[in-house]
């Protein structure tokens, strides 16, 4: 029996995967969370195999909650599902230690096959994470400067690239409006840029939105 764990911080995607996950004979839904703290608790008290994990948690991001197992030495193998395209997180999550990354719009069929493999303790590459994969790997150039950002940098770019004002990502992220400028200004100081139209250039010439 495959014990997975789900964390994402809206209901009704829990939902969802609990049902067709649960419906199989050897998937056991061990239990759920919204966040860092909620799935720290829950992987404290119950067995878990696969973490489905979300990156886009209030607070401290999906990212910090791999960090933080993966820094603990955990059994627990993670499955990123998000709903960022691959091109964006997938190989981030996987040099973090992820063992593979699921879109949130991919077939019934890709999750479950997903949760197998990464149980065995395989890496699930999906056909997108594998072009990837490849493409990164016959590449001759430096990395690009975005490389750099934390995961929560990125975010903030990603947002303000799609015309988000700090305000209203405060409240997406659930922080303060003073913690994401202080983000944002690391971004601009990363990738030597000025203000937000530069961010935005930069997001678009990238092709991260």
């Not at 911080?9 to 969802?16: A, L, S, T, Y």
């Not at 608790?41 to 197992?69: F, H, I, Q």
């Not at 699930?124 to 001759?140: A, F, I, K, R, T």
């Amino acid at each position: 029996m495959i014990n997975v764990v789900i964390c994402d911080d809206h209901p009704m995607i829990r939902k969802g995967l609990r049902a067709f996950l649960s419906a199989t004979d050897d998937i056991c839904i061990q239990g759920e969370a919204s966040s860092y703290a909620e799935v720290r608790e829950v992987l404290r008290k119950v067995a878990c195999d696969v973490l489905l994990l979300d990156l886009n948690l209030p607070g401290r991001d999906g990212m910090e909650v791999l960090a933080s197992l993966v820094k603990a030495k955990s059994i627990t193998k993670v499955l990123i599902v998000s709903m960022y395209p691959e091109s964006q997180y997938a190989l981030r999550s996987l040099n973090a230690g992820a063992y593979g990354y699921l879109n949130k719009t991919g077939e019934t069929s890709t999750y479950l096959q997903a949760v197998r493999t990464v149980a065995m303790g395989k890496k699930y590459l999906s056909p997108e994470v594998s072009d990837l994969l490849l493409e990164h790997l016959n590449q001759e150039q430096h990395s690009a400067p975005h490389d750099a950002l934390s995961a929560r940098e990125l975010e903030v770019l990603l947002k303000i690239a799609m015309g988000h004002s700090l305000s209203q990502i405060a409240q997406e992220l659930v922080l303060s409006p003073k913690t994401v400028s202080v983000y944002r200004s690391r971004v601009l100081e990363k990738l030597h840029l000025r203000n937000n139209v530069g961010l935005t250039t930069y997001a678009i010439q990238r092709q991260l939105i």
